[in-house]
């Protein structure tokens, strides 16, 4: 039974660019859920998404936008990248997940030049 | 502004010592979290703790939920090397659901 997986594990992108970052959920799971991890900092919410749509979203500029397929999998979009945007970008997802545990995957390992 | 502030945010202990680290805040949450985290690896929830006063034991982990709802503490008895990691506590908030992390506890446990 694969856990949340995702996409890619290490980018090192510059500024202005664009990225992407994919993420496919645990099996039976149908809420995706996206964080960011600054070094030496807890999670910070970023949005989720359920029946492909954004259900909630925390305090991230409009630059952060997500998008979920009808498999459940999900992607974030990160416009016009700043420095202060490299993190660790975790994906965790839950069945229904208004305040579920979460299943995180390894993250993705953001850095920008 | 934290919502939950994590105490010691830095903990070095020998093995077979014990160790407790605490989860605290002003706000009430319906049910608080622990999660353990490892370098490169993502958090994997260690409990859930919903009942005010709750107390559950995860082998040599004691988890308690304070009667008020508002704060929690993580004891490690005899701690080993293998407990070594970042415990972060996340709290759901009433209404909204949303999950609020903490900064984390970093336990160093030197064999």
């Known amino acids: 039974d694969a856990g949340v997986t995702q996409s890619p594990t290490h980018l090192i992108k510059t500024r202005g660019q664009q990225v992407t970052l994919r993420c496919s959920p645990k099996s039976g799971h149908d809420t995706v859920s996206w964080y960011q991890q600054a070094l030496g900092q807890g999670p910070q919410f970023i949005f989720q998404?359920?029946?492909?749509?954004?259900?909630q979203r925390g305090n991230f500029p409009d630059r952060f936008s997500g998008h979920q397929f009808p498999n459940y999998s999900s992607e974030l979009n990160v416009n016009a990248l700043l420095l202060g945007d490299s993190a660790l970008y975790l994906c965790a997802s839950s069945y229904q997940g208004f305040g579920q545990p979460q299943h995180f995957g390894d993250g993705t390992r953001l850095s920008i030049l | 502004t934290q919502l939950l502030e994590q105490s010691p945010q830095f903990l070095s202990i020998q093995e077979g010592e014990n160790l407790t680290v605490y989860c605290n805040s002003s706000s009430v949450f319906s049910s608080l979290q622990w999660y353990r985290q490892e370098p490169g690896e993502g958090p994997v929830l260690l409990v859930t703790?919903?009942?005010?006063?709750e107390v559950k034991k995860l082998k040599r982990l004691t988890f308690q939920f304070g009667d008020a709802r508002k704060d929690s503490s993580l004891h490690i008895t005899a701690a080993q090397p293998g407990d070594t990691g970042l415990y972060l506590c996340a709290g759901v908030s009433y209404g909204n659901n949303r999950l609020a992390f903490g900064k984390g506890n970093q336990v160093v446990v030197i064999p």
């Open positions: 998404y359920y029946e492909e749509e954004e259900r």
């Open positions: 703790v919903v009942t005010g006063g």
